[in-house]
């Protein structure tokens, strides 16, 4: 029983996640602002080059702590998707073509239960293509831990790290959402 | 030193006239890197970065990587980071700490006061032939601290840092002091690291004093997100010197800055109206560094270039900014974050999440410039596009010498300090004496005169 009830629920849970994506993708950036919970912490640490053995302590910028390339809240996205909606954000005027693409879902951790599953931590791996005006172009790899807040029929997004595979970043701008 | 490069007439600062092949052209990027990445005084890094001996950063001067290391002894270096038996990068780790920097080609391994120490196998293939005490890291000539932050020229013969940064050090001292006015005091909270298609000195004009490209960042300016904007103020930042009389000065040595010139008698404006405990903080430091400074508390910061590729944010934010050439049309831009070590947690925390929010590839106001630096540098090389030069002919003739500050300072938006950046660049590239590179030499003066 718990079995189904497990796979039932990472259906439901890549549903929604795709679902998500495809907000961005369509560009509908205020019902995606919709599916953060208001205590949204969004996180995307910069990565070092680090020496063996040092890595869990040194690697990753800190959440909470210094210089990230996201460290925010869900105020800080609205502004984000306000700004592209003033339609003279130059960075994103015209507005860059994205895909997001994600992989590798699988349920880390589920509270209080599978059966009655109301705080769910989900990893994944993102892919996000973007294409922009003519000839620019980016690709953005990397891993996701996201935690999901059980929302009526629905889901918030209550916490998003995003693991880009990158060091000195190799895109001129982050100006999309992720 | 000669250059073949038509340079007096592709810079024609009389006329305010300047071609765009120095923003495009591989040559003019080669010329660059010879004449004058190779003489002027470059950013390196922060000595908070390296508080302990045997703690070393890997930082870049222009295309080069370079080691910046507290040597076991407590003395600062900067080493081109290349062994000098095939050139492999010694360090290939961004910061840490060790007493021995080893090459992983062939095991060549160097102190970290940049010694030759460890050769494999001396006795059997070098012994009588290879004099280690020459074969040391490649250390710049020329190094200097200033209030934490580490700077160096390759030249020998580069005059004292000081000397380079001649009166612009006023406005550098704002950046560099503690809010209160403190000398000094700033530590490095985060760096952010990032490539851009584009020249690296549309980047370093637009610290230099380019305030006219405001309109570029009207997103901003109407949702707000400065340190006030959760509470419904508009505008990137705060409006603190809304009494002053904002002043461009550039300095001889091709230093530019946009600063506040604020009346005799001028207040706190209340600031990060969300948070009454840093706007308190602010207006302590505010009262402390009028006490201070005096007079020269009347110099607030905005932004400013100090020659040739050195930016900074003053205030909000608070940053040092470094472009390095990565081939005509592309720089790695590094951005060290600053803030006063001594700061309480709070407001630590509200100024990296302003910083966060505002700079950078991530940062919703240079997203924008950078858009431009882009396209800018892009649709000015075509062969048709690079016969036509760019126009730096905005307020010609509008500036006073020393008045209210030294230097050469408009009180209207201009692009005098372009136009000196450009005069100084052009002598670099001629190879001009350090005397003309200072604007102390006769050259210069006959021209002025």
């Given at each position: 029983?718990?079995?189904?009830?497990?796979?039932?629920?990472?259906?439901?849970?890549?549903?929604?996640?795709?679902?998500?994506?495809?907000?961005?993708?369509?560009?509908m950036?205020?019902?995606?602002?919709?599916?953060?919970?208001?205590?949204?912490?969004?996180?995307?640490?910069?990565?070092?080059?680090?020496?063996?053995?040092?890595?869990?302590?040194?690697?990753?910028?800190?959440?909470?702590?210094?210089?990230?390339?996201?460290?925010?809240?869900?105020?800080t996205?609205?502004?984000?998707v306000?700004?592209?909606?003033?339609?003279?954000?130059?960075?994103?005027?015209?507005?860059?073509?994205?895909?997001?693409?994600?992989?590798n879902?699988?349920?880390?951790?589920?509270s209080?239960?599978?059966?009655?599953?109301?705080?769910?931590?989900?990893?994944?791996r993102f892919?996000?293509?973007?294409?922009?005006?003519?000839?620019?172009?980016?690709?953005?790899?990397?891993?996701?831990?996201?935690?999901l807040?059980?929302?009526?029929?629905?889901?918030?997004i209550?916490?998003?790290?995003?693991?880009?595979?990158?060091?000195?970043?190799?895109?001129?701008?982050?100006?999309?959402?992720? | 030193?000669t250059?073949?490069?038509?340079?007096?007439?592709?810079?024609?600062?009389?006329?305010?006239?300047?071609s765009?092949e120095?923003?495009?052209?591989?040559?003019?990027?080669?010329e660059?890197?010879?004449?004058l990445f190779?003489?002027?005084?470059?950013?390196?890094?922060?000595?908070?970065?390296?508080?302990?001996?045997?703690?070393?950063?890997v930082s870049?001067?222009?295309?080069?990587?370079?080691?910046?290391?507290?040597?076991?002894?407590?003395?600062?270096?900067?080493?081109l980071?290349?062994?000098?038996?095939?050139?492999?990068?010694?360090?290939?780790?961004?910061?840490?700490?060790?007493?021995?920097?080893?090459?992983?080609?062939?095991?060549?391994?160097?102190?970290?006061?940049?010694?030759?120490?460890?050769?494999?196998?001396?006795?059997?293939?070098?012994?009588?032939?290879?004099?280690?005490?020459?074969?040391?890291?490649?250390?710049?000539?020329?190094?200097?601290?200033?209030?934490?932050?580490?700077?160096?020229?390759?030249?020998?013969?580069?005059?004292?840092?000081?000397?380079?940064l001649?009166?612009?050090?006023?406005?550098?001292d704002?950046?560099?002091?503690?809010?209160?006015?403190?000398?000094?005091?700033s530590?490095?909270?985060?760096?952010h690291?990032?490539?851009?298609?584009?020249?690296?000195?549309?980047?370093a004009?637009?610290?230099?004093?380019?305030?006219?490209?405001?309109?570029?960042?009207?997103s901003?300016?109407?949702?707000?997100?400065?340190?006030?904007?959760?509470?419904?103020?508009?505008?990137?930042?705060?409006?603190?010197?809304?009494?002053?009389?904002?002043v461009?000065a550039?300095?001889?040595?091709?230093?530019?800055?946009?600063?506040?010139?604020?009346?005799?008698?001028?207040?706190?404006?209340p600031s990060?109206?969300?948070y009454?405990?840093?706007?308190?903080?602010?207006?302590?430091?505010?009262?402390?560094r009028?006490?201070?400074?005096?007079?020269?508390?009347?110099?607030?910061p905005?932004?400013?270039?100090?020659?040739?590729?050195?930016?900074?944010?003053?205030?909000?934010?608070?940053?040092?900014?470094?472009?390095?050439?990565?081939g005509?049309?592309?720089?790695?831009?590094?951005?060290f974050?600053?803030?006063?070590?001594?700061?309480?947690?709070?407001?630590?925390?509200?100024l990296?999440?302003?910083?966060?929010?505002?700079?950078?590839?991530?940062?919703?106001?240079?997203?924008?410039?950078?858009?431009?630096?882009?396209?800018?540098?892009?649709?000015?090389?075509?062969?048709?596009?690079?016969r036509?030069?760019?126009?730096y002919?905005?307020?010609?003739?509008?500036?006073?010498?020393?008045?209210?500050?030294?230097?050469?300072?408009?009180?209207?938006i201009?692009?005098?300090?372009?136009?000196n950046?450009?005069?100084?660049?052009?002598?670099?590239?001629k190879?001009?004496?350090?005397?003309?590179?200072l604007?102390?030499?006769?050259?210069?003066?006959?021209?002025?005169?």
């Amino acid at each position: 029983m718990s079995r189904l009830d497990r796979l039932a629920l990472k259906q439901e849970i890549e549903d929604f996640l795709y679902m998500e994506a495809d907000l961005l993708d369509q560009r509908m950036f205020r019902e995606w602002l919709d599916l953060l919970a208001e205590d949204l912490i969004y996180f995307m640490p910069i990565r070092r080059n680090v020496k063996f053995g040092q890595h869990a302590e040194k690697e990753n910028t800190k959440q909470g702590e210094g210089i990230s390339w996201f460290d925010e809240d869900k105020w800080t996205l609205g502004k984000r998707v306000e700004q592209i909606l003033t339609g003279v954000h130059y960075a994103e005027e015209p507005l860059s073509r994205v895909t997001h693409m994600v992989s590798n879902v699988r349920l880390l951790e589920v509270s209080p239960s599978v059966e009655d599953p109301r705080d769910v931590v989900v990893g994944c791996r993102f892919l996000v293509y973007q294409n922009r005006v003519e000839y620019e172009s980016n690709t953005f790899i990397g891993r996701r831990i996201d935690t999901l807040r059980r929302n009526g029929e629905s889901w918030l997004i209550a916490r998003r790290e995003l693991i880009l595979e990158q060091n000195v970043l190799l895109a001129k701008n982050l100006s999309i959402l992720f | 030193m000669t250059t073949t490069l038509p340079i007096d007439r592709m810079i024609d600062t009389e006329r305010g006239t300047i071609s765009r092949e120095i923003f495009v052209s591989p040559e003019f990027h080669r010329e660059e890197l010879e004449k004058l990445f190779t003489r002027a005084w470059l950013f390196v890094g922060h000595e908070s970065q390296i508080p302990n001996p045997g703690d070393f950063f890997v930082s870049r001067m222009a295309e080069e990587s370079v080691i910046l290391c507290r040597d076991t002894m407590g003395t600062v270096h900067v080493f081109l980071n290349s062994c000098r038996h095939r050139g492999m990068k010694v360090c290939r780790y961004e910061s840490g700490n060790t007493s021995l920097f080893v090459c992983p080609y062939h095991s060549w391994s160097y102190t970290t006061d940049g010694k030759l120490q460890g050769v494999p196998l001396y006795r059997v293939l070098y012994e009588g032939q290879l004099d280690r005490s020459e074969w040391s890291l490649i250390e710049v000539p020329k190094l200097h601290l200033y209030k934490g932050t580490v700077w160096a020229s390759w030249d020998a013969e580069a005059p004292d840092f000081m000397t380079y940064l001649g009166d612009a050090v006023d406005h550098l001292d704002q950046v560099l002091d503690c809010r209160d006015g403190r000398p000094g005091g700033s530590e490095v909270i985060g760096i952010h690291k990032w490539i851009l298609p584009a020249n690296w000195k549309f980047a370093a004009e637009n610290f230099l004093g380019d305030t006219y490209h405001n309109p570029s960042h009207r997103s901003v300016d109407m949702i707000g997100i400065g340190p006030s904007a959760r509470a419904g103020q508009t505008g990137r930042r705060d409006n603190e010197y809304n009494k002053g009389q904002h002043v461009w000065a550039s300095f001889p040595a091709g230093h530019g800055v946009h600063s506040v010139w604020m009346p005799e008698e001028f207040d706190y404006q209340p600031s990060y109206a969300q948070y009454p405990v840093v706007d308190e903080y602010f207006r302590h430091c505010f009262y402390e560094r009028k006490k201070r400074l005096g007079d020269k508390a009347r110099i607030m910061p905005f932004t400013g270039n100090l020659f040739p590729n050195t930016s900074y944010h003053g205030r909000q934010p608070r940053a040092l900014c470094v472009w390095h050439p990565h081939g005509a049309t592309q720089t790695e831009a590094w951005r060290f974050f600053l803030v006063d070590a001594d700061a309480p947690a709070e407001v630590k925390d509200v100024l990296r999440r302003f910083y966060m929010r505002y700079s950078g590839p991530a940062g919703m106001t240079e997203q924008d410039d950078m858009e431009n630096w882009l396209y800018a540098t892009a649709s000015s090389t075509g062969t048709i596009a690079r016969r036509y030069p760019f126009n730096y002919q905005q307020s010609m003739g509008a500036y006073k010498h020393n008045d209210p500050i030294p230097g050469d300072v408009s009180t209207q938006i201009t692009e005098q300090n372009a136009r000196n950046y450009y005069q100084v660049y052009a002598r670099y590239l001629k190879g001009e004496s350090w005397a003309s590179l200072l604007g102390t030499g006769d050259a210069v003066r006959a021209a002025a005169e």
